[in-house]
């Protein structure tokens, strides 16, 4: 049976933090569901984008949930925080069990609802304070017990593959990571006498990570991808 994971949106979230948990765990095929705190599906992210969620927090059942995650960004953040339904959810949930996730300056919701005392948590570097009398790591990602917590939108694929191996393991995580190329621009090479630049792409899955699996010239990198 498919794992099930809710994520709340409310206007002002941060879009890479909150689509790339979405994105990564769908291609995992872990049931995430978008869940609006509004009374509409329809929000509006912190860069102005407008979409719609699958359900509203009024409409939804969260009786098989596996997970819930909180994105940050503002004023997402302060609207999560501010909303009871969600806050008790979140606590009654973690009470009994269940393993709750936050990034960026959403961490700081777990500490106003007294979920992270003596807990080691992060949170975006300019909500460290606000993590109350969490034991502060600055670790791109950070668990302790059923509590995941991390930095910002530069650790959204970190986090979301951390989420996606304490739902379905490491090997699942591993598969979905290696399906994720990064590039290292500015590197040359020397082809008949001539140097082109281009883009060196690594896949970091389990077998062959690290090394590079291609190396594309600019000139065919503007044909063949962009």
Known sequence: MSKKVYIFLADGFEDIEGLTVVDLMRRAGITITTVSIKNTKQITTAHGITMLTDT??????????????????????????????????????????GKIAAICAAPTVFAEIGLLHGKKATAYPACMDGLGDAVKSEEKVVIDGNIT????????????????????????????????????????????????????????????????CAFITAERMQRDIY
């Open 56 to 97: 509203t927090f009024r409409e939804a059942d969260f009786s098989d949930a596996d997970m819930l995650v909180l994105p940050g960004g503002q004023p997402g953040t302060t609207y999560l925080g501010g909303f009871e339904p969600l806050t008790d959810l979140v606590k009654s949930f973690y009470n009994n069990g």
């Open 149 to 212: 917590t991390s930095r910002g939108l530069g650790t959204a694929i970190d986090f979301s593959l951390s989420l996606i191996s304490q739902l379905l393991g490491q090997e699942k995580a591993d598969q979905i990571a290696g399906k994720i190329p990064q590039k290292i621009t500015g590197k040359t090479i020397k082809n008949t006498g001539v140097f082109y630049w281009g883009v060196l792409y690594f896949y970091n899955d389990c077998n062959n990570r690290g090394k590079p």
